[in-house]
């Protein structure tokens, strides 16, 4: 199965007149509900069941990953589900070894699991000394997603960051019988994310100087808007009270998109090409994108990404307009950006399905 081929999945509700605004938290919950309560509820009876699931999310950087996982999450609730994200367990660990307790837990389960080329004292030094988990052998990758799986034995995973490259594709699909202490139903998570889309998520982002949230003018405005007479532009202004009304900047090198991971973005995207042609491993698949001409029938309006302008009204107040963002997707297509609410509704309805509930 090639890109251009993943299915479309309607979320849409025919002769549904309620609209919800799935920035908000407590009406996104109600959306959640009622457009997939059912599988909410088997998901909750299975989980609760004391059944568990491993499942791989795959995609490019930046493609919101983390963003789905949570999001089903919070629509299914409870603490029998989490998300392990390869790069935060590389940086906990690496913050974990200042604790004597914690390095001679590490050094226990390294020296019964961990099969590699480096010795415990290297592998010490190689994690003090790296803070990216690209810079270490997928050995001991695998040996420290193995430590922190471990600690949660009733907890069905969604496993961010893995494989990463084509030589950890073999091991990923081994994974389990090498964990041995599991037997979980496992499958794969595919998410398309238009290119465009990441290199205009990172060309807008901002951040608050003090609490370092990100947001965008263009895909995701605070409450308050401000406008700089001097230099004629708009900027925004961050929504945490105890930051003081705080101008929100951009990022050093943010301005070049997605050109500093761009060899990384095109073996992300091999190994996603790879792996839809393997058989055997149930498949998910999210899109982030649907074309123009498709997005009437298979989603609502408040469903896809707005993009936002702003002007100064004769009162000198900003006011904020939007519309629909339409961008390119990877085959040229006039394509709709969604939400992410809408991308994680079809990963909870095709979870149960995989899961036969």
């Known amino acids: 199965m090639n890109r251009v081929d993943l299915p479309i999945f309607k979320t849409r509700i025919d002769d549904l007149d309620r609209k919800f605004n799935l920035n908000d938290p407590e009406e996104r919950g109600e959306y959640f509900v009622l457009k997939a309560g059912k599988e909410i509820e088997k998901i909750r009876k299975y989980l609760n069941g004391g059944k568990t699931f491993v499942g791989y999310l ?5 493609s919101g990953k983390g963003t789905y996982a949570k999001l089903f999450i919070e629509a299914i609730g409870g603490s029998n589900i989490g998300h392990v994200a390869v790069g935060d367990i590389v940086r906990d660990v ?10 001679k837990e590490l050094s226990e389960f390294l020296k019964k699991n961990y099969r590699g080329f480096h010795s415990l004292e290297e592998i010490d030094q190689l994690i003090e000394g790296r803070s990216q988990s690209a810079l270490i052998s997928t050995e001991l990758i695998l040996a420290l997603l193995k430590y922190e799986i471990v600690k949660r034995p009733r907890q069905a995973i969604f496993i961010d960051g893995f494989p990463r490259g084509f030589d950890q594709i073999n091991y990923s699909l081994f994974l389990k019988e090498l964990l041995g202490y599991r037997d ?10 238009p290119t465009a ?3 205009e998520r990172i ?7 003090i609490c ?6 263009k895909l995701s405005p605070t409450k308050e808007i401000g406008y700089d007479e001097k230099q004629k532009s708009f900027y925004l202004i961050c929504d945490n009270l105890s930051c003081s009304k705080a101008r929100m900047v951009p990022k050093e090198g943010d301005e070049l998109g997605i050109e500093p991971i761009r060899e990384r973005l095109e073996t992300d995207d091999q190994v996603f090409r790879k792996l839809l042609e393997l058989h055997g491993v149930p498949k998910v698949y999210l899109r982030n994108s649907i074309p123009v001409e498709k997005a009437k029938e298979y989603v609502d309006d408040y469903e896809i990404t707005p993009v936002y302008s702003y002007k100064v009204d004769e009162s000198g107040a900003v006011k904020i307009m939007e519309r ?3 961008v390119k997707d990877d085959d040229g297509i006039d394509s709709c950006s969604l939400l992410p609410a809408p991308v994680a509704l079809s990963m909870i309805k095709q979870v149960a399905k995989v899961l036969e509930l």
């Open 58 to 62: 795959l995609g490019k950087k930046n």
């Open 94 to 103: 690496h913050a974990g070894l200042a604790d004597p307790k914690k390095k």
């Open 184 to 193: 979980d139903p496992d499958f794969f998570v595919f998410i398309d994310v």
């Open 197 to 199: 889309v990441i290199d």
């Open 203 to 209: 060309k807008t982002r901002v951040i608050c100087p």
């Open 212 to 217: 370092k949230t990100p947001r965008s003018p």
């Open 324 to 326: 629909p963002w339409v």
